[in-house]
């Protein structure tokens, strides 16, 4: 069993959710937690692989293994699908890039899916 440090997961996901997008397809989360419900907002499919792509590729360099990387990825824009429109979304992560900073927004949502993850 591989122990995560929770300190090293939530300042991973800080960086990695505020650098945001990157270049490569993932499997889905869903295919392997049937029970994730349905977020309620959707996002255009090249986005979502896009996002996945490059939180696995930053959380595997971060420490994690492929498969944590994927389940905390798919985790994250799950939760983003099911708390902002796609406009919201890009609005918080727009003025995330102007700031430098890592919104609460995307630093809650980053905290849940690790604790979700080291459960």
């Known amino acids: 069993m591989n122990i995560i440090n929770p300190f090293v997961i939530v ?5 990695t ?3 945001g997008f990157g270049l490569y397809p ?6 392997n937690h049937p029970t994730q419900p ?8 090249e986005i979502v692989n896009t996002y996945i ?3 696995s ?11 944590q990387a ?17 406009e919201q979304f890009l609005k918080i992560y ?3 890039q102007k700031t430098k900073e890592s919104p609460d927004e995307f630093v809650d949502v980053g905290i849940e899916c690790a604790t979700n993850l080291i459960q």
Do not use: M
């Open 11 to 15: 300042s991973l996901f800080s960086f």
């Open 17 to 19: 959710l505020f650098l």
């Open 26 to 31: 993932v499997s889905s989360f869903a295919q």
């Open 38 to 45: 349905k977020p309620k907002y959707q996002y255009p499919q």
């Open 53 to 55: 792509s490059s939180c």
């Open 57 to 67: 590729q930053r959380s595997i360099q971060e420490g994690l293994t492929e498969q």
């Open 70 to 86: 994927k389940t905390v990825c798919q985790c994250t824009i799950n939760q983003f699908q099911s708390r902002y429109s796609f």
């Open 94 to 96: 727009t003025q995330a």
